[in-house]
């Protein structure tokens, strides 16, 4: 979409921790009816577009060989992460706020481990003309030599030029 084409992958994915959290928080701590809805709504939203942002981060990411079983394996990690979080919230209806505060430490780990150790998207890069960014991020994410990393880009490259 718009934003993730404007701003980047990484960034989105960054951006997205911010209402996560905020919405997990407003959840947790002296809830009302208004600030639960609220809350619901920012993390619904937020899921929402992590889930796409991601499945687009890992299929640029990915080399061809790995791209489906990686986007396959992000869709059931999300999946996943979601049917944890309501199951801890039915075995735990008692202290549900609990559940919420653990809920709220997820992206801020989140965010500190993909500001640390995910680069850029290469196909963003190459879209915003970085292509010597692109390269260190293909090198980066899929350990590889430098020409490897330029046959890489290349590809990303006559993708571009055929899609327009």
């Given at each position: 979409g718009p934003i993730l084409d404007k701003f980047g992958r990484k960034t989105a994915l960054l951006v997205i921790?911010?209402?996560?959290?905020?919405?997990?928080?407003l959840i947790s701590f002296q809830p009302s009816f208004e600030r639960v809805c609220m809350g619901r709504f920012a993390t619904g939203i937020s899921t929402g577009f992590a889930s796409t942002s991601?499945?687009?981060?890992?299929?640029?990411?990915a080399d061809v060989t790995m791209r489906g079983f990686l986007i396959v394996g992000s869709s059931i990690a999300i999946s996943v992460g979601i049917t944890i979080v309501y199951s801890l919230g039915y075995l735990l209806q008692e202290n549900w706020q609990l559940v919420a505060v653990i809920c709220a430490i997820f992206p801020i780990i989140s965010f500190i481990l993909i500001s640390i150790f995910l680069p850029e998207s290469?196909?963003?890069l190459a879209g915003k003309k970085r292509f010597s960014d692109a390269k260190k991020s293909l090198q980066r994410i899929r350990?590889?030599?430098?020409e490897e990393a330029e046959d890489a880009l290349e590809e990303i490259n006559q993708r571009f030029n055929s899609s327009k």
């Open positions: 921790t911010i209402p996560l959290t905020i919405g997990w928080i991601s499945t687009v981060y890992v299929a640029e990411m290469p196909v963003w350990n590889c030599s430098t």
